[in-house]
């Protein structure tokens, strides 16, 4: 009987689909990536359900929406109370382990360095990860005193050098350890470029230089005003607008180190005689938008926030270089990999496997992904909470605050430049996308209230998820 295939995750923090080469960004230099892509099946339409860093990790190991995890914010601290991935992987025979970044455990806004926060202690809090566990809360500082990880204690272990290539170097030795054990095993490496600060001295010397003679611009859908809509995380000042092109030289620099680290665990994969049998899966958990629509950073529905690459390599199972242009949503990727591994999904998923198509059969798929923002990036702040529906070509989009309806068809204008929602030809696609959105919310329970609806309710004084089995006990606002 064959052995049951390994699995290797390895994803990056606010690398967007579009600044990849395989993409078509002329900028970019991520040869290793490129040639994943074309061994691999990319996942043209996959999107990160909620663009930002905790809700997507919540959705990934429950394959569940924030409106049930209850992760609607960054900086409030996970209930353990689900059945995860690693559970099941756990129960399957499988060893697991995890490196990086995790971002479901602190319960304080701020003090990101202090060990109360940045260790995540064995146990339920780490989501059935019982195996290794080289993790840290969050930080973005990858030099120095701020770039460490906690094993089993809340010692801090410094990183030397660059963190990404000291992570990529944790993640073959433990490659090496497990390929040697007679378990099947599951990796996962969570990388926290190209992430900001995009300071020069927050990237190695040698990546920047690849781009000094490269020319940034702003984006064709920049625009000079701050989106009323966002929050303090994606507001921009007059002096952040002077840097925009001086960041993304950085954030490129950052995107070519995570290339070769990329590179590098490939060729690990390949020596070690992994590549049969192992699921090799490249992603991000959102994007970037530099300026685009008037903001910075995520936590929004426009397509630089929430398109995200995803590359899935099994030899003998999908077919090498070919697209699939499913719906695949961020509580699509547990079912759907569960399924491919043969082992049970657990009832309580909200997502849905779309195995079939991932390895070019027909089967069934999402008709379209639903998205969402709950509130400010860490905090209770009112006033840019929206929903959005996604299919192969239209965005449809509302925000909480004032009920502003927006439509773009992102295969005919890609930088959604034309909002098509008073524009009469549109009418009945716009009504089946409102009664597609109210659908939802019904499903769900989702009151989509504004953000400070949930504190007190879902989230307690300490910023604490309150029992999954309670976050829908309110009936009405």
Avoid at 26 to 44: F, G, H, Q, Y
Avoid at 84 to 108: P, Q, R, T
Avoid at 179 to 196: N, V
Avoid at 223 to 232: E, F, K, R
Wanted: with cysteine; proline share 6%.
């Amino acid at each position: 009987m064959p052995k049951q295939p390994n699995l290797i995750y390895v994803f990056a923090d606010q690398l967007r689909y579009s600044s990849c080469g395989y993409a078509g960004d002329p900028r970019a230099k991520t040869p290793n990536i490129d040639a994943l892509a074309a061994e691999s099946v990319d996942m043209c339409n996959a999107v990160s359900g909620h663009p930002v860093c905790a809700p997507y990790r919540a959705s990934l190991f429950t394959g569940k929406y924030t409106t049930s995890t209850g992760m609607v914010i960054n900086e409030i601290r996970m209930n353990p109370d689900h059945r995860c991935f690693a559970h099941v992987l756990s129960d399957a025979g499988y060893e697991s382990a995890y490196i990086g970044k995790w971002h479901m455990y602190a319960n304080e806004w701020g003090n990101h360095f202090d060990p109360k926060n940045s260790y995540i202690p064995a146990g339920p809090d780490r989501l059935g990860f019982d195996g290794f566990f080289a993790a840290y809360n969050f930080h973005h500082e990858y030099y120095g005193d701020h770039a460490y990880y906690h094993l089993d204690s809340p010692q801090k272990i410094y990183t030397e050098g660059y963190e990404p290539d000291g992570q990529t170097d944790m993640a073959i030795d433990q490659l090496k350890r497990l390929s040697a054990g007679d378990k099947p095993f599951a990796l996962f490496l969570s990388i926290g470029t190209p992430h900001d600060p995009w300071t020069p001295d927050n990237v190695p010397a040698a990546y920047l230089e690849l781009f000094q003679d490269v020319e940034f611009q702003l984006p064709q859908n920049y625009l000079p005003d701050n989106d009323p809509h966002a929050d303090m995380w994606a507001r921009l000042s007059d002096d952040e607008r002077t840097q925009l092109c001086d960041w993304m030289r950085v954030y490129y620099a950052m995107t070519a180190n995570l290339d070769d680290n990329v590179g590098r665990i490939r060729a690990a994969v390949r020596e070690l005689g992994l590549e049969e049998n192992t699921i090799l899966v490249f992603t991000s958990d959102h994007g970037e938008l530099f300026g685009a629509h008037g903001r910075r950073a995520k936590n929004i529905f426009y397509e630089e926030a929430v398109r995200v690459p995803f590359l899935i390599r099994w030899p003998g199972h999908t077919q090498a270089g070919t697209t699939c242009d499913a719906c695949l949503n961020t509580v699509d990727i547990m079912p759907t990999l569960l399924d491919m591994m043969g082992l049970p999904i657990p009832a309580e998923v909200e997502g849905a496997s779309i195995a079939a198509r991932v390895q070019g059969k027909e089967g069934p798929e999402p008709a379209f992904a639903w998205m969402m923002c709950t509130g400010a990036t860490a905090d209770f702040q009112d006033g840019c909470e929206w929903r959005a529906i996604r299919d192969k070509r239209f965005t449809y989009a509302v925000f909480q605050s004032d009920k502003q309806e927006l439509l773009f068809d992102h295969v005919k204008d890609p930088y959604q430049l034309h909002n098509l929602i008073n524009e009469p030809v549109y009418i009945q696609i716009i009504d089946r996308f409102r009664k597609l959105f109210q659908e939802q919310l019904e499903k769900y329970g989702d009151l989509f209230p504004p953000c400070s609806y949930y504190k007190g309710r879902w989230v307690d004084e300490n910023r604490l998820i309150q029992k999954t089995a309670t976050l829908h006990t309110d009936l009405e606002l």
